[in-house]
């Protein structure tokens, strides 16, 4: 769930090959309703290299560590993959842009791209 910051920082920084949508959600606490965002991704074929990620099982269906294929994900500023359940990865650029916010109640990992 996104803040109305947070999601006009991913919009202004986004690349024209990102596909995702935002889901509007009310929130309602101690007697104030805000708005906030549901960030939805539509499914990013093929972004993951298959031979690096590390798998559950050998069906290449349950992923313990995602590795991304380095020419697709250079192109994106921020996505997600089917098997991610729509946790959200960032370019470095997004990364600084939220950074620079000073937004709090983030948390940024690496990611393999190989």
């Given at each position: 769930m996104c803040s109305e910051r947070l999601m006009n920082i991913i919009e202004t920084?986004?690349?024209?090959?990102?596909?995702?949508?935002?889901?509007?959600?009310?929130?309602a606490f101690k007697g104030?309703?805000?708005?906030?965002?549901?960030?939805?991704?539509?499914?990013?074929?093929?972004?993951?290299?298959?031979?690096?990620?590390?798998?559950?099982?050998?069906?290449?269906?349950d992923v313990v560590r995602p590795a991304f294929k380095k020419e697709i994900v250079r192109k994106h500023a921020i996505f997600s993959y089917k098997q991610g359940s729509d946790i959200p990865y960032v370019s470095l650029s997004m990364r600084t842009a939220i950074i620079d916010a000073k937004l709090d109640g983030i948390i940024f990992e690496s990611a393999r791209v190989v």
């Open positions: 920084n986004k690349s024209v090959f990102d596909r995702f949508q935002w889901l509007d959600a009310m929130v104030e309703i805000r708005p906030y965002y549901i960030l939805h991704f539509y499914s990013c074929d093929n972004i993951l290299d298959n031979a690096a990620t590390l798998w559950l099982n050998t069906r290449l269906k």
